[in-house]
Nanobody, 124 residues
Framework: QVQLVESGGGLVQAGGSLRLSCVVSGLTFSTYAMGWFRQAPGNEREFVAAISWSGGATYYAGSVKGRSTISRDNAKNTVYLQMNSLKPEDTAVYYC?????????????????WGQGTQVTVSS
């Protein structure tokens, strides 16, 4: 059974930082690209960042580029999202997702497995 379990969300003031983690089990982690997505109330879920299976390539949405860093530890089956200089508009439920293979197509429909999400709330 594949499981993706996010953690690290919480309430933070604007300008603060959070580090999200996603621990993956039930699949060969090193063969999956990983992504982070988010969904704010009333909005559709959107892409935040992704990382290739090896960790050698990373991709970011314009809204978080320069403020966030995605990384992975294949020995720990874990992907991280470090978010700095947080803004109220970053408030959302953050989901991690796994996609098999080396494609750089990170549209949501291409991801195979999803976590349950972790809430991030940024106060002004």
């Amino acid at each position: 059974q594949v499981q993706l379990v996010e953690s690290g969300g919480g309430l933070v003031q604007a300008g603060g930082s959070l580090r999200l983690s996603c621990v993956v089990s039930g699949l060969t982690f090193s063969t999956y690209a990983m992504g982070w997505f988010r969904q704010a109330p009333g909005n559709e879920r959107e892409f935040v960042a992704a990382i290739s299976w090896s960790g050698g390539a990373t991709y970011y949405a314009g809204s978080v580029k320069g403020r966030s860093t995605i990384s992975r530890d294949n020995a720990k089956n874990t992907v991280y999202l470090q978010m700095n200089s947080l803004k109220p508009e970053d408030t959302a439920v953050y989901y991690c997702a796994a996609r098999y293979g080396s494609s750089t197509d990170f549209r949501q429909r291409n991801f195979d497995y999803w976590g349950q999400g972790t809430q991030v709330t940024v106060s002004s």
